[in-house]
């Protein structure tokens, strides 16, 4: 009996990537046509200003192997990457950042383990080339402090270039929450998982799609949706205040009783009331971040639109797989 060849499906989400597409097409082909098995390469344009959509929707026209969805603005990384995920026929699907700062040549290393039994194989970046110190030292603090504030194990320096298998697709693509932080999801639904560890390359060209403001969102989402923590830290600074101005009201009541003097302490008022309601501002702001989010999740819409797709798959597949993704099964209802 000759044996099904397995399908790969690579997603590659794009955001004004002209000047790194054209290459990213030519390395991660030469790295797919060597692998044991089929490929599809999944090109995700996430609303990009530049020629990225023109040049995409070329190579998509001239190779049966790519497929390009076109978002119809920025809807930001981590949709983008779901839209591929949601896209994805393979057995296995890898997504990868597009300007080659993740080595496609780690994909050979992926499959390995995946053929060993592994559901997810995520690339550790064991170092950063070419980045800016500020990338590197908030990305550090990042990943640590979001490891201390949620329950479920993240990876450290684990950024979305993984292998992830069908199975583990297939519960992915049922969770559809909003403000994604993808690589916790990930860790989340369990399974076999591991890493490989991998130097993280300078970009092939251009500059980051992530804006301050872009990661600032990120990292509030990854906190955020992972852990209830802040909320809990605002009943920690809460009672820490109590318990302080009680033993301040004592000591007074207590001055007051030997020395028979009142203190004037204008200062001490203002810089109180300025302390305890820079206090409350942010418990509120962060009490408002989660009720942001649940208003959010509460309108159901979708997480993405598709303007248009060019190139597709084998087309007796169609009807199956439409049936079975989430976001054609909203449209239906
Ligand atoms: N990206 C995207 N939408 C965005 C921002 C980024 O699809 O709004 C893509 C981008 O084209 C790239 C990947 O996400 O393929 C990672 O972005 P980038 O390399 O700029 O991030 P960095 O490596 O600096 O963290
Ligand atoms: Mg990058």
């Not at 890898?94 to 194989?121: S, T, W």
């Not at 519960?171 to 932080?181: A, D, G, Q, S, Y």
């Not at 399974?191 to 600032?216: C, H, N, P, V, W």
């Amino acid at each position: 009996m000759k044996m099904k060849n397995k399908l790969y499906s690579v997603v590659v989400p794009l955001y004004n990537e002209e000047e790194v597409i054209k290459e990213s097409y030519y390395r991660l082909t030469r790295v797919l046509q060597e692998i044991e098995g089929d490929y599809q390469l999944i090109f995700v344009n996430d609303g990009s200003k530049d020629q990225t959509e023109m040049l995409a929707r070329s190579i998509a026209e001239n190779d049966d192997k790519v497929v390009l969805l076109n978002f119809s603005r920025n809807f930001g990384h981590q949709n983008a990457i779901t839209a591929g995920m949601d896209y994805a026929d393979g057995d296995a699907v890898i997504v990868i950042d597009a300007d080659l700062q993740d080595p496609p040549e780690l994909i050979y290393q992926m499959i390995e383990k995946f053929n060993q039994g592994y559901d997810v194989v995520y690339a550790v970046r064991s170092k950063r080339n070419g980045e800016s110190i500020f990338k590197k030292v908030t990305a550090k603090l990042f990943y640590r402090t979001l490891n201390k504030m949620v329950d479920i194990d993240i990876p450290l320096d684990t950024g979305d270039y993984r292998l992830i298998s069908r199975e583990a697709c297939d519960i992915l693509k049922r969770m559809r929450e909003r403000n994604r932080f993808v690589r916790g999801m990930v860790s989340w639904i369990g399974f076999k998982q591991t890493g490989i560890e991998f130097e993280r390359d300078e970009r092939f060209a251009g500059e980051t799609k992530y804006t301050l403001s872009k990661m600032i969102k990120f990292s509030l989402d990854g906190i955020i949706s992972f852990s209830t923590k802040p909320l809990k830290f605002s009943i920690h600074i809460g009672l820490i205040m109590a318990s302080l101005s009680f033993v301040y009201a004592l000591y007074l009541i207590i001055a007051k009783g030997f020395s028979g003097r009142t203190v004037e302490g204008w200062t001490t008022i203002v810089v109180l009331i300025l302390l305890i309601g820079g206090i409350q501002m942010v418990t509120l702001g962060v009490v408002g971040e989660y009720i942001a989010r649940i208003y959010d999740e509460s309108k159901n819409r979708p997480l993405y639109v598709i303007k248009d797709e060019i190139g597709s798959r084998a087309p007796n597949d169609v009807e199956n797989i439409n049936a079975s993704n989430p976001i054609y099964e909203h449209s239906n209802k």
